[in-house]
């Protein structure tokens, strides 16, 4: 039986826990290394939040923030685990073209594992090489994963 993307994406894509003052916040991030680094939005860090990873296996990590670029809204962060981590592989937008079908991963609020689909329609250069699409995003989102289908 063949995988869904979906299914063959999900173990790369963990949870991020937020904690600001009392308030833990669910999003999303994607791993790019298999010893622990982690790309996300850089919105998701900001403000001196506690920062907690938490894998499809269950297992959960605090995270430490290694850089944050606000302009162009990405963040790194790294988690110390002692096995060999899924990850996911990046390609550069360049490779992208209007019209081409993308899914969108995320955990929406109460909802983790989201998916949405929607079209490439178009890249600009504002703030570096920024692609607009059409897929749904919500809060949970943030952090995600863009990948072309």
Known sequence: MEASVSSCTAPSLPSLF???KVLWTTRTGFI??????IITNAQVVQGGCRVQVELKSGDRFDATIRRVDEEVNIALIHINSSMKLPILRLCTSTAVRS??????FGNS???NGTVTMGIVS??????????????????GFLGGHLLLW
Request: proline share 3%; net charge positive; hydrophobic share 35%.
């Open 32 to 37: 790019i290394t298999d010893d622990g680094d």
């Open 109 to 111: 609020p109460s909802m």
């Open 18 to 20: 937020l904690r600001r």
């Open 99 to 104: 019209g081409q079908s993308v899914l969108a």
């Open 122 to 139: 178009g890249r600009r250069s504002l703030r570096g090489n920024m692609i607009q699409h059409s897929a749904v995003i919500t809060g």
